[in-house]
T-cell receptor, first 115, second 111 residues
Framework: GENVEQHPSTLSVQEGDSAVIKCTYSDSASNYFPWYKQELGKGPQLIIDIRSNVGEKKDQRIAVTLNKTAKHFSLHITETQPEDSAVYFCAATPQNTGTASKLTFGTGTRLQVTL | DTAVSQTPKYLVTQMGNDKSIKCEQNLGHDTMYWYKQDSKKFLKIMFSYNNKELIINETVPNRFSPKSPDKAHLNLHINSLELGDSAVYFC??????????FGSGTQLSVL
């Protein structure tokens, strides 16, 4: 089955700096890679995703890059703000399955943005 | 008008008891899920369920059983609770895709 590794486990940045979280996956059949943000006391929320036919995707201050050859993908947050503080999860799955039952999550990164 | 709602938010109980967690989604999604998040924040799927198929993670003890009275509800029943069952349980749903919508979680503490 799929194995997703995520680094770092904790990340502290100053407000305004950039943050980068990296994930690697093992199953070459995986071709859908979402990122979820979990705020304290809440459930994870999808913030951005990328499919294997795309190398990079941006949404305002958030971007995700994918290197299929190396089997790794990364989340980039620019101009970090205190409200970006949360736990971030990467995930991987074969796409077009019609279900998330094969979605494998990484172990999470706790991001803290300090003033 | 919460999309995926689960109750209770907190559940404290004794070892050996039987308990249920309820989940409802008003998104019209076809598939619902239960996830377990341990103390290290690791998210692991327990079940996925739609009208046609129940997929059970093979590592889930048979003390855990999902019950779906209709497409909008998926409840989780746990028999003979053990200390190791303490965790946060998340309900989620999706519509013919891999995109998950999570509830806010139920923190279960077994004493």
């Amino acid at each position: 089955g799929e194995n997703v590794e995520q680094h770092p486990s904790t990340l502290s940045v100053q407000e305004g700096d950039s943050a980068v979280i990296k994930c690697t996956y093992s199953d070459s059949a995986s071709n859908y890679f979402p990122w979820y943000k979990q705020e304290l006391g809440k459930g994870p929320q999808l913030i951005i995703d990328i499919r294997s036919n795309v190398g990079e995707k941006k949404d305002q201050r958030i971007a995700v890059t994918l290197n299929k050859t190396a089997k790794h993908f990364s989340l980039h947050i620019t101009e970090t703000q205190p409200e970006d503080s949360a736990v971030y999860f990467c995930a991987a799955t074969p796409q077009n399955t019609g279900t998330a039952s094969k979605l494998t999550f990484g172990t999470g990164t706790r991001l803290q943005v300090t003033l | 008008d919460t999309a995926v709602s689960q109750t209770p938010k907190y559940l404290v109980t004794q070892m050996g008891n039987d308990k249920s967690i309820k989940c409802e989604q008003n998104l019209g999604h076809d598939t619902m899920y239960w996830y377990k998040q341990d103390s290290k924040k690791f998210l692991k799927i327990m079940f996925s369920y739609n009208n046609k198929e129940l997929i059970i993670n093979e590592t889930v003890p048979n003390r855990f059983s999902p019950k779906s009275p209709d497409k909008a509800h998926l409840n989780l029943h746990i028999n003979s609770l053990e200390l190791g069952d303490s965790a946060v349980y998340f309900c989620a749903s999706s519509e013919y895709s891999e995109k998950l919508f999570f509830g806010s979680g139920t923190q279960l503490s077994v004493l």
